[in-house]
């Protein structure tokens, strides 16, 4: 499910119709994003997407770098997204040793895949749900950051018990029934 998607739930449970005609009726990303309703539901789910992947679960991605002819050093700033933490180095399969520096990673002068852990970078409303949770819980998050950043502080925990209970269940797999309510 995508994040603008994700968002139009959340906005339909506070009842914030104009996010929901917008999404549903297929504006554009640039089109949300006048949306001023939209863009608050934006930043809540970009804070919610950096609170899961710094505390609660690793995004983990794969990249192929093809080493043949160079030094062998790869810049952090070469990956496709932001390195929290290097998984595993393999050529065809076979784990091979590699050296871990702050700004770089050296590894053999072949092809490489790196797997590695990474931050999503800021939301932008298009991309799918990064994470291997239940959209429920970013959907539970949105609601508690808008309800925090409206003022509304009891409903913000509420909203944020549930996210954590969420998060909770699905890193212990517990099988706890996720449902969103029909109205705020």
């Not at 700004?103 to 749900?129: C, M, Q, W, Y």
């Not at 969420?166 to 099988?175: L, Q």
Request: overall charge neutral.
């Amino acid at each position: 499910m995508r994040i603008k998607n994700i968002i139009s739930n959340v906005a339909e449970v506070l009842g914030l119709s104009d996010v929901v005609e917008f999404v549903q009726g297929g504006a554009t990303i640039a089109q949300l994003r006048e949306n001023m309703n939209y863009a608050s539901l934006l930043r809540c789910a970009s804070l919610v997407v950096s609170n899961i992947s710094a505390n609660h679960s690793e995004t983990i991605a794969r990249q192929s770098f093809d080493m043949t002819g160079t030094d062998g050093v790869i810049l952090f700033d070469s990956f496709k997204e932001n390195v929290q933490s290097i998984k595993q180095v393999t050529q065809r399969g076979r784990v091979v040793e590699y050296g871990l520096y702050h700004d770089r990673l050296v590894v053999p002068k072949v092809l490489v895949e790196i797997t590695f852990a990474f931050t999503p970078s800021i939301v932008t409303g298009n991309e799918h749900n990064p994470f291997k949770l239940p959209h429920q819980v970013l959907e539970y998050g949105i609601l508690a950051e808008y309800a925090f950043i409206s003022g509304m502080f009891n409903e913000g925990r509420i909203w944020n018990e549930k996210f954590l209970e969420m998060i909770f269940g699905a890193k212990h797999r517990t099988g706890k029934a996720a449902c969103m309510p029909t109205s705020f």
